[in-house]
């Protein structure tokens, strides 16, 4: 069976970038133009072992954080983004409650819960997409866990910038 941190590898979109920076408090991702100011209490690693994953933030009792990001095919947006992970979602043996466009933090972006209610996994993704490029946030771990810091996955999103 998979771990439950190559589950929340594998719900990640792949892309790979050098030149990942993380200064006191900001990640920066300079090819991608990402500048995302961090959460007090969360422990923030570049170094995850997998090119695409560009951030990945940990927090004591299980809850996680990845964020991801690249450029979109020609002819995908943010809708086939997300349903392009909802399959994957659903392969994985993730049962997938809501996937629908949303606004958050005054921001047009796709919402996807989904989780393993076996395993009492739950995981929220948001994807943001500006011109050709995307970011995904995806907050993940025991559900109630997941219920706990779902400000904090907003307040990312809000700190979010693209240039």
Aim: glycine residues 12%; proline residues 4%; aromatic residues 8%.
């Amino acid at each position: 069976m998979r771990s439950f941190f190559t589950v929340l590898v594998l719900l990640s979109p792949l892309a790979a970038w050098a030149g990942l920076e993380l200064d006191e408090g900001v990640f920066t991702e300079p090819s991608l133009g990402l500048r995302l100011p961090l959460l007090e209490g969360w422990r923030p690693s570049t170094q995850t072992g997998y090119p695409g994953l560009l951030l990945l933030l940990q927090r004591q009792g299980g809850a996680r954080i990845v964020v991801g990001g690249g450029e979109l095919r020609p002819s995908q947006g943010l809708a086939s983004l997300a349903a392009e992970n909802v399959a994957a979602l659903s392969a994985l043996g993730m049962t997938v409650f809501r996937s629908q466009r949303a606004s958050s933090q005054h921001r047009a972006v796709w919402e996807v819960w989904a989780g393993q209610v076996s395993r009492g996994i739950q995981v929220r993704q948001l994807y943001l997409v500006e011109g050709k490029r995307f970011v995904t946030l995806t907050l993940a771990g025991p559900a109630r866990e997941v219920a706990r810091w779902q400000s904090d996955l907003l307040q990312l999103l809000a700190g979010l910038r693209l240039s």
